[in-house]
């Protein structure tokens, strides 16, 4: 009996010891999403609004970029997926993953081929355990990501859709990342970055010309050409510092979200063991008293039969 609340007891003092630590992740993926949702609410903004403008200066305009120009017939896609460099996230990076997988699949059946490029130790052991072919990968700033490394990440991408597919590059770009939406909700989500899908933004109208003849309202100096080629690299790399920041506030709260479930169940595994180390210490003075009892009455006996 006593073997059993020594056991208890040694349970008890591991599982309040993993209390305090997933406690204190909690209250570090707390302050860490503050912060990241900060630098998202910042950075949307600016993506949004270069969107525009290279949505302006593409419709405005009857310049053919490789950037916004859809192919005839694409035969070739890159895909960005963004995930974690650290677990303890629930199923974050699983989910991600999932959607991932999921635009593949769509894309080869458009006949399209896949090229991946990975952020995140996560998806780089996703790919490398099915010994999938990754084109480029990054980690080791998933947790607080730069601008220096949104440039990094879409200096070989936009590489990619200026070649031709047939020197290996591609004709469109897309991007996996989790949404934050809130601290209980964050949604995994697929995106295309390039070619620019093309409308009216606000802004952009165009006048009827002599003759009937539609003419854009812009003028571009010294070129749009040269206007996109400056505005677009740009426009991938904002949106890409946005995904990431997304991602790892999505990532935090996510943490947060888990430690707190693991605290929780920590605290209810302390008490459940607590009431068996309870049951098993009174089990044991029980026993206790009822041997001294046992011996008390079997000495008297024993005197009483000397007598």
């Known amino acids: 009996m ?4 020594r056991v208890y007891k040694r349970r008890i003092r591991s599982v309040t010891a993993t ?3 997933t406690k204190a992740m909690e209250m570090i993926a707390a302050s860490r999403v503050v912060k990241a949702q900060r630098q998202v609410a910042a950075s949307t903004p ?4 270069l969107t525009r403008a290279v949505t302006a200066v593409a419709t405005g305009s009857n310049t053919q970029h490789p950037l916004t120009t859809e192919a005839e017939r694409p035969t070739r896609a890159a895909l960005l997926l963004i995930t974690s460099d650290r677990g303890l996230a629930g199923g974050y990076s699983s989910n991600v993953i999932k959607a991932a997988e999921q635009l593949t699949e769509r894309l080869r059946a458009e006949g399209k081929e896949v090229d991946a490029y990975i952020v995140g130790r996560k998806g780089v052991s996703y ?5 999938r072919t990754v084109q480029e990968s990054w980690t080791g700033f998933t947790d607080s990501p730069t601008y ?3 440039k990094a990440v879409a200096a070989p991408l936009i590489a990619a859709v200026q070649k031709d ?3 290996g590059g591609v004709d469109e770009l897309h991007i996996v990342f989790t ?3 809130s601290m209980m909700t964050q949604t995994a989500l697929d995106d295309r970055l390039l070619p620019l899908s093309l409308g009216t933004a ?3 109208q165009e006048e009827p010309a002599k003759g009937g003849e539609i003419l854009p309202l812009f003028e571009f100096e010294p070129s749009a050409e040269d206007v996109l080629d400056a505005l677009l690299p740009r426009y991938v790399e904002s949106r890409i510092y946005n995904a990431l920041l997304q991602a790892a506030a999505s990532k935090h709260a996510a943490t947060r979200r888990a430690m707190k479930s693991a605290t929780d169940n920590a605290e209810e595994l302390i008490k459940s063991l607590s009431r068996l180390a309870n049951a098993a210490r009174q089990a044991e003075i029980t026993q206790e008293i009822s041997e001294i009892v046992g011996g008390a009455g079997a000495l008297a006996d024993a005197t009483a039969g000397s007598d």
């Not at 600016?46 to 609004?49: D, F, L, R």
């Not at 790919?127 to 010994?131: G, L, N, T």
Request: glycine fraction near 8%; aromatic fraction near 14%.
């Open 2 to 5: 006593g073997a059993s609340l």
């Open 19 to 21: 209390k305090k630590i």
């Open 46 to 49: 600016y993506a949004s609004e």
């Open 127 to 131: 790919y490398a355990f099915r010994e």
């Open 148 to 150: 220096a490394d949104a």
């Open 165 to 167: 597919t047939a020197e």
């Open 179 to 181: 949404e934050f939406v």
């Open 202 to 204: 606000a802004g952009e």
